[in-house]
């Protein structure tokens, strides 16, 4: 089986303030992972992938994250936030072995003080 | 680019009513995937569809049934509404695989 776990649901962060969002996953197979944001009353969008090769992941909005197998994390990562960058964050993981089947964690509220 | 169209916005039912969302996309994707949202506890997958015709449960599929009518639609059932599955429900759609999946903005469900 596998499962996502995000530890904090909820993060409040000064605005040009460093930002990281943690996730823990455990997994069969090949695992595959995933950050999505969720901006009020929209649905989830892609921010970020990682299938294989280098561990960091560059995303959009100057999001990145780092793959550690060691740690089995994957830890969202930005520099400097900027208070549009308050929304739900989901850690997500897919395999081979489910079947592709994406599971997501719990979400992690950001809340960016202007 | 595409989009995700789900319908209704806002559902309000009576308990055990029979209610159903419906969900369009035009990315010509063969996967669609209905997802529960519940406050705190993630998304839940409900039911998935590999192409046409196809049926998947997922981790939540009881009381729920699904019907994949043409590639581009996919339609949520609820059985008989309960009042603690009040929830946004998104429906979502990708290319077969571990590729990236494109959300709607979801259906709000209301039972009173």
């Known amino acids: 089986a596998q499962s996502v776990t995000q530890p904090d649901a909820r993060v409040t962060v000064s605005e040009g303030a460093s930002l990281q969002l943690r996730c823990k996953y455990s997994y069969s197979g090949t695992p595959y992972l995933f950050w999505y944001v969720q901006y009020p009353r929209q649905g989830l969008q892609l921010l970020l992938k990682?299938?294989?090769?280098?561990?960091v992941v560059q995303g959009v909005n100057g999001f990145e994250a780092e793959f550690i197998k060691s740690n089995s994390s994957f830890h969202l990562r930005k520099a400097s936030v900027h208070w549009s960058d308050s929304a739900v964050y989901f850690c997500?993981?897919?395999?081979?072995?489910?079947?592709?089947?994406?599971?997501f964690g719990t979400g992690t509220s950001l809340l960016v003080d202007p | 680019g595409g989009i995700i169209t789900q319908t209704p916005k806002f559902l309000i039912g009576q308990e055990g009513q029979k209610l159903t969302l419906k969900c369009q996309q035009n990315f010509n994707h063969d996967t669609m995937y209905w997802y529960r949202q519940d406050s705190g506890k993630g998304l839940r997958l409900i039911y998935y569809?590999?192409?046409?015709?196809?049926?998947q449960k997922g981790d939540l599929s009881e009381g729920y049934d699904a019907s994949r009518e043409k590639k581009s639609s996919f339609s949520l059932t609820v059985t008989s509404a309960q009042k603690n599955e009040m929830a946004v429900f998104l429906c979502a759609s990708s290319i077969w695989g571990a590729e990236t999946l494109y959300f709607g903005s979801g259906t709000r469900l209301t039972v009173l």
């Open positions: 569809s590999i192409t046409e015709n196809d049926l």
């Open positions: 997500a993981v897919s395999s081979s072995n489910m079947g592709y089947k994406l599971t």
């Open positions: 990682y299938y294989s090769g280098d561990p």
